[in-house]
């Protein structure tokens, strides 16, 4: 597992193989449809960041990524989505496997109303992941350190983490989501519910937590797709208007709408 | 655009002209008589419970006390087999004790009526003692036995001695007797712990309700144990499986209308099905205790979705996104956060299946039964159907018992409301 995410590492983005890739993806709300044949390739150990306007089908493309849209009702997905290679809506597929490897955070930090120890020791608990007691407190533990919350927390592991500020329950919500050792970690604007201190510090987390995972980021502000992703992909209106790397999207877009979206015009 | 309209809007609303005033002061009289109409009404309801309280309790209180009379019976060695206690005259043991303090009665019809002052089941509670205490055989038992339910009343006011001889339940000979006793000292009114441990009987000095709360309590856990996981589990279901179509809509109407079905009518089915059908023994508390799940069960559905309803959406994405599985998820955390809301709404149900009477009647638990229910098959009475048999007897001292035992249904009620309240505020979380 860490050979092969040592070479994954050091290999260049360009030539290894993406770690999930859309294949015209379509996704249908009943009868509406919300994203119309999308592709597009998230990088191994980059931050993807999805932009574009309220209601462009940025969710709905990152819910797809782990399947949460399964949980809608009357929601459909076409085209194909792939994990290292794999079909991610195939039969073989189970669910509950791929949204262990697929990890998400949410808009709204949404801790367990369990303490702080339980609610990063649930993931690999339900997963099977710790072999024992001394195992389980190693994953909490680091699961905490990498999510840069350790020093706050340490000494009160056991008091709930709804107590937590709302940018310490959101860090809570990462470590939770990275203990179970995903490959790719889905955030739905992760800063929108926190302060601009908070936001910088999740921020500055997202970065650290690039080496060891593949991040695919929606967030409203274009500032912090700029600060935070080295690929950024522009919505609208359910269709992916324009991608590249996010150094392009924002100083030479090539689409007219996705020029008039940066700077402000629409959206 | 919309700048350059404001202002000539805000321009010509005058508040200060006569017509605002009196449109505000409007506004603010309509509000007062909102405030009044709602106090008036809290008012008239807290004081129409009051009045019903007042009542059961003006009505009920002489029942928790019961006029007890101390008699030393002698237990001569002659008249009771030391090897077979049980086979004496006792009525001639008990007839001798009340002439030993008694003056001379003479006839036998004279002996009767002084036997009528102490509760016709003294020669029982006499041989029990003795069966229970076999060393005073050769000597004597002191005893504080009920005097009979006429006495009763006499001693606490509810037959006059003002009234004309021929209009009284006792004679004025037997009051001379009750007054001698009195003046020996021999007459007290203890609490009237037979109202909570004895079971029903003919003699209201002597009826109790302990039939009944056992009865009740067998029949409420048959109702527990069947409503309580069946409701749950069709609340889960509904709430977190089923899909929103035609045919969950129309189960969710129809159990909204369970819960509206006039309570008669579960009794009906109950005599239909549990008795008729299924040959279940009559006037038994799990027959009972069946119907009042029935009836308990579409509360417990409909309060169960609602505390599942409220747990935040966050919650599940959070553990669906975990990949619990959905009935990790639900187990997990749904719904141990909706437990203090069903708890509570359980409790509330069964508080109202308590209470409930009329599906009681239709089954047969409203017997006469004179001991407690030793399990769910065994024929018994509940607390409603006591209190309704109760207020059908002629016996004056069942008009006060019935009372009483309304204000025993009504005390157990309030328990159960107020575990309700504590399990609300003990287990609710906050987030």
């Not at chain 1, 940025?58 to 792939?82: A, H, P, Q, W, Y």
């Not at chain 1, 329950?169 to 995903?182: F, S, V």
């Not at chain 2, 599985?325 to 708890?343: C, D, E, K, T, Y």
């Amino acid at each position: 597992m860490s050979a092969t995410l040592e070479a994954a590492r050091s290999a260049d983005p360009k030539s290894s193989p993406p770690a999930m890739s859309g294949n015209k993806v379509s996704v249908f709300y009943g009868a509406k449809q919300a994203l119309f044949e999308v592709d597009l390739d998230i990088e191994r150990h980059q931050v993807t960041s999805l932009i574009g306007p309220s209601g462009c089908g940025k969710s709905t493309f990152l819910r797809s990524l782990n399947r949460m849209n399964d949980t809608i009702e009357g929601c459909r997905v076409e085209g194909k989505i792939t994990l290292d290679g794999q079909d991610i809506y195939d039969r073989s597929i189970d669910v509950v496997e791929l949204r262990a490897r697929v990890g998400m955070v949410f808009q709204k930090p949404n801790p367990f109303p369990k303490s702080i120890y339980e609610n990063v020791a649930y993931g690999p608990r339900i997963h099977g992941l710790s072999r024992n007691k001394a195992e389980l407190d190693d994953i909490v533990t680091s699961s905490i350190r990498r999510a840069g919350l350790w020093n706050e927390v340490k000494d009160r592991l056991n008091e709930p983490g709804t107590g937590l500020s709302g940018g310490q329950q959101q860090r809570l919500c990462i470590a939770r989501a990275i203990a179970t050792q995903p490959e790719v970690l889905l955030m739905d604007e992760p800063c929108s519910a926190l302060d601009p201190i908070a936001t910088a510090i999740v921020e500055e987390l997202i970065d650290e937590l690039r080496e060891n995972f593949t991040i695919v980021i929606v967030t409203h502000s274009m500032q912090q797709a700029a600060r935070v992703s080295q690929k950024t992909a522009f919505f609208h209106l359910g269709k992916l208007i324009e991608e590249g790397k996010t150094e392009d999207i924002f100083t030479n877009p090539k689409n007219k709408q996705t020029q008039d979206y940066i700077t402000g015009r629409i959206g | 655009m919309t700048d350059a309209i404001a202002p000539a809007f805000v321009a010509t609303a005058d508040l200060s002209s006569p017509e605002a005033v009196q449109r505000r002061k409007r506004r603010y009289a309509a509000d007062l008589r909102l405030r009044i109409y709602g106090v008036a009404a809290i008012a008239t309801a807290i004081g129409l419970l009051g009045v019903l309280l007042l009542t059961l309790v003006i009505g009920g209180y002489s029942a928790f006390v019961q006029t007890h009379a101390r008699i030393d019976f002698a237990i001569p060695a002659e008249q009771v087999n030391p090897a077979d206690p049980a086979k004496a005259n006792w009525r001639a043991i008990v007839a001798q004790g009340l002439q030993a303090v008694l003056p001379e009665a003479g006839s036998p019809a004279a002996q009767r009526a002084m036997g009528q002052i102490l509760t016709n089941n003294t020669q029982f509670i006499v041989r029990d003692a003795v069966l229970r205490n076999p060393s005073v055989i050769g000597g004597t038992l002191t005893l504080d036995v009920p005097v009979a339910d006429p006495f009763d009343q006499l001693q606490k006011g509810v037959i006059r001695r003002d009234t004309p001889e021929e209009n009284r339940r006792v004679s004025d000979q037997q009051i001379a007797w009750f007054d001698a006793l009195a003046t020996q000292g021999r007459i007290s009114t203890p609490f009237n712990w037979g109202l909570i441990f004895n079971a029903d009987s003919r003699f209201p000095e002597l009826a109790g309700l302990s039939g009944a709360i056992v009865g009740s309590f067998y029949a409420l856990l048959v109702c527990f144990v069947v409503s309580f996981p069946v409701g749950i589990a069709a609340a889960a279901y509904l709430e977190e499986f089923a899909p929103k179509n035609r045919w969950t809509d129309i189960i969710e109407v129809n159990i909204n209308n369970l819960a509206a079905v006039p309570s008669i009518v579960f009794g009906l089915l109950g005599l239909a099905v549990f008795i008729q059908i299924f040959g279940l023994p009559r006037s038994a508390p799990i027959v009972g205790g069946l119907v009042l799940a029935l009836m308990t069960l579409p509360t417990i559905i409909i309060v169960t979705r609602n505390a599942l309803k409220a747990v935040p959406p966050s919650i599940r994405e959070a553990a669906l996104g975990m990949g619990a599985s959905r009935h990790q998820m639900i187990m997990h955390h749904v719904l141990p956060l909706a437990l203090p809301g069903i708890l509570t709404g359980t409790i509330i149900g069964l508080a109202q299946a308590l209470g409930e009477t009329a599906p009681l009647l239709l089954v047969g638990m409203n017997a006469f039964i004179t001991s407690p229910p030793g399990g769910i098959m065994e024929a018994s009475t509940a607390l409603p159907t006591q209190i309704y048999i109760w207020a059908d007897s002629p016996e004056r001292g069942f008009v006060a018992r019935t009372s009483a035992g309304i204000l025993v249904l009504l005390a157990f009620l309030l328990v159960m409301n107020a575990i309700a309240i504590f399990l609300r505020q003990r287990l609710e979380r906050k987030w």
